[in-house]
């Protein structure tokens, strides 16, 4: 039986590059991305595509049901400064598209399920050095709570109902092909955009604030990974650790500077603040290496390279 994947929020930030990377993997026809708006040229005109709100769950079964869908990327969430701002909107945008997905999986209509937590489920009593994969989790905002509770289902469902539910917690991830999406960490993203833009950047950070980073390919090889793995080898069913590179906006500036040495920051901190100073420094990630082979493959100054020159194109 011909069997699709399906994946929800597709034009998000991590959306976006996930439904490009699966459809050159398995074929376009093989891949449906979906979601409450349409999203870029590319997305809309290399497969398919369906406008759904997950929230909705007969028309996210009726999706499921008329492609025979068998594995859901569910990527659709508010992210954290935005959740700040109307917890209730994300706490019931985070949770009931969860709930619709892990329920149509224990009801085998979705074989395989990914869902993307976040370092977010982290608050200030973790350690924050080499955070590691079991410790304490007092996450203080709507979006990491959201995160932290959402891992509790898929772990629950997975025990209870033997749904495959796969997990991983994404550092603030970098890329160029979507605009920043109200990311506490999307100032990583920002920058590289202003600097090409106005040769300056004010940042909503503090000099200091050090975040666990990755690059985009490096999470979506990550994904694929996790997702490929023999469901032996996926020993933890709540969300694994993923870091990547850690480092502060100074740390930013200054690779760009190696390119662009006119580039300014100043800082001027927000509310967002309060949210980084919740999140580690640097995260542990020993578990997903020795279960699914994970590594991250890209350093700062590759980041910053790839995001200028790729920047450049755009703005020219
Ligand atoms: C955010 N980019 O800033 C997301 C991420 C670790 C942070 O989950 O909300």
């Known amino acids: ?10 034009c998000g930030q991590i959306g976006t590059e996930l439904t490009i990377a699966l459809r050159n993997r398995f074929g376009a026809d093989k891949v449906v991305a979906s979601d409450i708006r349409e999203g870029n040229e590319e997305l ?66 979705v074989k395989k399920v990914f869902w993307p937590s976040s370092i977010a489920v982290f608050g200030e009593t973790t350690p924050s050095e080499n955070t590691p994969q079991l410790t304490v989790m007092e996450p203080s905002t709507v979006y990491g709570i959201s995160k932290q509770t959402g891992e509790r289902w898929c772990e629950y469902y997975h025990k209870k109902y033997g749904v495959d539910v796969r997990s991983i917690r994404y550092p603030g991830l970098i890329s160029y092909t979507t605009e920043p999406g109200g990311g506490t960490t999307d100032y990583a993203v920002d920058i590289y955009h202003r600097a090409l833009k106005h040769g300056n950047y004010r940042c909503f950070l503090q000099e200091g604030t050090v975040l666990p980073m990755m690059y985009m390919e ?31 906006p100074e740390d930013v500036a200054q690779s760009i500077q190696k390119v662009i040495p006119a580039f300014e920051i100043e800082y001027e901190p ?24 994970w590594e991250h493959k890209f ?18």
């Open 218 to 248: 490096d999470a979506i090889r990550a994904t694929i990974n996790i997702m490929d793995a023999p469901k032996k080898d996926v020993k933890i069913r709540s969300s694994y650790n993923l870091g990547g590179v850690s480092f502060a």
């Open 44 to 109: 809309m005109s290399e497969g398919h595509f369906e406008l759904l709100d997950a929230t909705d769950f007969a028309a996210v079964e009726d999706v499921i049901f008329r492609y025979k869908i068998d594995t859901v990327y569910l990527m659709a969430a508010m992210l954290s400064a935005i959740a700040e701002r109307f917890p209730a909107k994300a706490w019931h945008l985070n949770m009931t598209t969860l709930f619709h997905i892990l329920n149509l999986a224990k009801d085998k209509k």
């Open 1 to 10: 039986m011909k069997s699709r994947i399906l994946i929800i929020g597709a």
């Open 270 to 293: 927000d509310f967002r603040q309060a949210i980084a100073d919740s999140w580690p420094g640097s995260i542990d990630d020993s578990e997903a290496r020795k279960d699914w082979g």
């Open 299 to 316: 350093d700062l100054d590759a980041i910053t390279k790839i995001m200028l020159d790729n920047l450049k194109l755009q703005y020219s």
